[in-house]
């Protein structure tokens, strides 16, 4: 079963503007993962926030996290064509080990 | 460093016959995942190791399916009497020991006729 569900499913901008993308879980986590995956080949790992953690930036990325909501989002600002692919979230819970559950995933595509 | 590599990349495969899916972890990291990713969805979790220990292998859909990791660092997935279902994309990750980045491979794509 997937615990995250990404929000929109898809999503299509113009090169330059913003793309935000939205991830909502069930249960307490350690930390919550952001990937991206081009075009059904590998995950490529961005950014990880942890349980205590509210906000993380790396490059053009940010990524928020509210555990009262059991939410976070991803944003992506001045996106580029190269940013095009689907970006899953997955949360390590609490409970569980140290195993990932994934949600479905927003497939992003960004126009020149 | 080298990333996590798995072998091989494609495998086609005749229904009824048994699979090995080989995953070279980064070296130093102890824990080593197995995740299957059908086409458009996530990966679901099949399996983690430890060092050698299975810790969890809930996510294994059978008794047809099974893991091992033997000195700790090369784990094996096999699969027996392959079904048509098992088709998939075979993923292996790894990372240090606890709540951490996990890191995936390039996969292996199975293909069952």
């Known amino acids: 079963s997937q615990q995250g569900e990404e929000d929109p499913q898809a999503l299509s901008i113009q090169e330059g503007e913003n793309a935000t993308m939205n991830c909502s879980y069930k249960?307490?986590?350690?930390?919550l993962q952001w990937y991206r995956q081009n075009s059904g080949r590998g995950l490529v790992h961005l950014i990880l926030?942890?349980?205590?953690?509210r906000e993380k930036h790396s490059g053009r990325l940010r990524v928020t996290l509210d555990t009262s909501k059991k939410s976070s989002s991803l944003l992506i600002t001045a996106s580029r064509a190269a940013d095009t692919a689907s970006y899953f979230c997955?949360?390590?819970?609490?409970?569980?080990?140290?195993?990932?559950?994934f949600g479905g995933g927003t497939r992003l595509m960004v126009k020149p | 460093g080298a990333g996590v590599s798995q072998s091989p990349r494609y495998k086609v495969t005749k229904r009824g016959q048994d699979v090995a899916l080989r995953c070279d972890p980064i070296?130093?990291?102890?824990?080593l995942y197995w995740y299957r990713q059908a086409l458009g969805q996530g990966p679901e979790f099949l399996t983690y190791?430890?060092?050698?220990?299975?810790?969890?292998k809930s996510g294994l859909p059978n008794d047809r399916f099974s893991a091992e990791r033997p000195e700790g660092s090369i784990s094996t997935l096999t699969i027996q009497r392959t079904e048509q279902r098992d088709s998939a994309m075979y993923r292996c990750?790894?990372?240090?020991?606890?709540?951490?980045?996990?890191?995936f491979g390039p996969g292996t794509r199975l293909t069952v006729t």
């Open positions: 249960t307490s986590i350690n930390n």
């Open positions: 926030i942890r349980s205590n953690e």
């Open positions: 190791f430890n060092y050698e220990a299975q810790q969890d």
């Open positions: 997955a949360t390590d819970a609490d409970n569980a080990g140290n195993m990932l559950t």
């Open positions: 990750a790894s990372s240090q020991e606890g709540p951490y980045e996990q890191y």
């Open positions: 070296s130093g990291h102890v824990s």
